[in-house]
């Protein structure tokens, strides 16, 4: 939007439509509301498991290839021209950074963290080691998730599109994020066998 709109004026808030930040906001407000810690981290390690098995299947050139895609919806356009190793390193990132907001959140750390965009920005010579590394996040993740329970708290931290979310709605951005690129590997895999 144009003319001193929000998007116009913080660069963050511009990296996707703001009509698809409104409905991926309510969206992930009604997941973590509806659906159970449990549930929702069944369907966290499907996506990241599968995108791990999407990436064993190919060859280490393969991996690297920096492949360009058209744009969907829940990813900014400076992520359309990624490999599948810088994309499992984002999620590595990513992944790795929830658990810790989690964790500080669920146990009333007034821990301080910032957590910004360019933190969790893939590595250019990202390589297959990340498939391994994913698979650790996975489960380090799963076993302070699985230990909190509830995941029940009084303390929220800001996201950068969703403003202050509690430990369940960081824990939904984690399971959505996950399929969306996960998604993202399938479309890149799509053009690399095209």
């Given at each position: ?121 893939p590595h250019d010579d990202a ?8 698979e650790a996040a996975v489960e ?55």
């Amino acid at each position: 939007m144009r003319g001193g709109a929000p998007d116009d004026l913080d660069p963050l808030r511009a990296l996707i439509p703001w009509h698809e930040r409104r409905a991926a906001d309510l969206g992930l407000r009604l997941y973590a509301s509806f659906v159970s810690p449990a549930a929702i981290l069944r369907a966290f390690r499907r996506d990241a498991l599968q995108a791990r098995t999407l990436a064993q299947g190919l060859s280490e050139e393969q991996g690297r290839a920096r492949i360009r895609i058209a744009r969907f919806p829940g990813i900014e356009d400076s992520s359309r021209d990624w490999s599948v190793y810088m994309t499992l390193d984002h999620l590595v990132m990513v992944n790795t950074a929830v658990m810790v907001l989690i964790h500080a959140i669920c146990t009333d750390h007034n821990h301080g963290a910032e957590i910004g965009l360019e933190d969790v920005r893939p590595h250019d010579d990202a390589g297959p080691d990340r498939i391994t590394a994913l698979e650790a996040a996975v489960e380090r993740y799963t076993d302070v998730v699985q230990r909190l329970g509830s995941l029940r708290s009084r303390e929220r931290h800001p996201h950068p599109w969703f403003g202050p979310l509690n430990a369940r709605q960081w824990h939904a951005v984690a399971a959505i994020h996950n399929r969306t690129h996960r998604a993202q590997i399938e479309k890149i895999l799509r053009r690399l066998r095209a």
